[in-house]
């Protein structure tokens, strides 16, 4: 490798996804202290690694267009004379991209039809679970001689950042204390019912006297109305509303976070804000790859044990059978 070395991550699917792919970041940063380290990520998430300050620059892959994306990307990529990649989400087009554009070090599972585009392998399978996400990212370090490294998440907000969060705050009239409710998944997961959050919203505002806010994408505006309406519109629906580095700046200062597992969801663990999340027993959706790392505690869920009758179903009735009761609890729980 060059003396400084130019490390590239690929990860292009979603949004939580790509915060549980930066203690590799960070991992590197540490071995390496000079290196540079890029992502690759897609467009809409992207914006989350400027608050990262062991990220150098980011690379977004949906501006190359579909037609021409392995061509362009390769061409790219030969540009930036990277010394090494990880396909920490492996694909055969960005694989093939990776091998056209003569990166030496390309690192990726060794589970694949085109795992023979990657020069050092790692054998693990991902789907039973049996590590968090996060693990299973520093996981691909291995070749490169780091092992055992620590899941660490970290931020940025300058000064900048934060007169502009608080001039938004005052406009949306947003006060601490508040906590934020996000009652969608982006169809990545199960969901628990809207009349459940709801509820939870409800006890949060009359009995805890406590600000509610909204948070969703613009696609998800359904969802947050019915909650502000059986609100009495008492919550702050911010639905569509906030860029990714304003909807970091609103959970850093939250008091909870209530969600499912969701891109928003790892962003507050990213902040260290207290969560309370919803998850189904199903293998591929568990906690224990998906949740907030480190708050297993923090998880409901209706049963421990797989559940069959929901696995191929986007309607999962073991996500109705957690109670309001029991996330009323837990949130007082994290509260106190």
Not at 80 to 94: M, N, S
Not at 110 to 130: C, I, M, P, T
Request: glycine share 4%; net charge positive.
């Amino acid at each position: 490798m060059s003396t400084t070395q130019r490390f590239l991550l690929s990860r292009t699917d979603r949004l939580g996804d790509l915060v549980l792919s930066t203690p590799v970041a960070t991992a590197l940063k540490k071995e390496f202290p000079q290196c540079e380290v890029f992502f690759l990520a897609r467009d809409y998430a992207a914006e989350i690694l400027d608050l990262h300050p062991h990220v150098d620059g980011v690379l977004r892959v949906d501006s190359l267009g579909e037609a021409l994306r392995a061509k362009a990307l390769a061409k790219l990529l030969r540009s930036y004379d990277f010394d090494a990649v990880l396909a920490l989400y492996p694909r055969p087009e960005l694989a093939w991209a990776f091998y056209r554009a003569a990166i030496p070090l390309r690192l990726g599972t060794g589970y694949r039809w085109f795992s023979a585009l990657f020069n050092q392998r790692v054998y693990e399978h991902r789907k039973d679970a049996r590590r968090h996400e996060a693990e299973y990212n520093l996981q691909l370090l291995r070749p490169l001689g780091i092992i055992n490294s620590r899941v660490e998440f970290h931020y940025r907000f300058d000064a900048l950042h934060e007169q502009a969060l608080a001039e938004k705050m005052a406009q949306w009239n947003l006060r601490e204390p508040y906590v934020v409710l996000h009652p969608g998944s982006g169809n990545s997961a199960r969901d628990w019912p809207l009349e459940h959050f709801a509820a939870l919203a409800a006890h949060l505002s009359r009995e805890r006297k406590l600000q509610v806010v909204l948070t969703g994408s613009a696609q998800e505006k359904a969802l947050t109305e019915f909650i502000q309406t059986q609100t009495a519109g008492r919550a702050i629906d911010l639905a569509g509303r906030l860029s990714l580095t304003e909807l970091a700046g609103v959970l850093r200062h939250a008091a909870l976070f209530a969600g499912n597992s969701s891109g928003p969801l790892h962003v507050a663990r990213m902040m260290a804000v207290p969560v309370l999340a919803f998850y189904p027993p199903i293998t591929a959706c568990r906690p224990e790859r998906w949740g907030p790392y480190g708050c297993r505690q923090d998880v409901l869920m209706s049963r421990e044990e797989e559940c069959r009758r929901c696995r191929n179903s986007n309607e999962c009735a073991c996500m109705r059978e957690i109670t309001v009761a029991a996330a009323i609890a837990k949130a007082e729980e994290k509260l106190r």
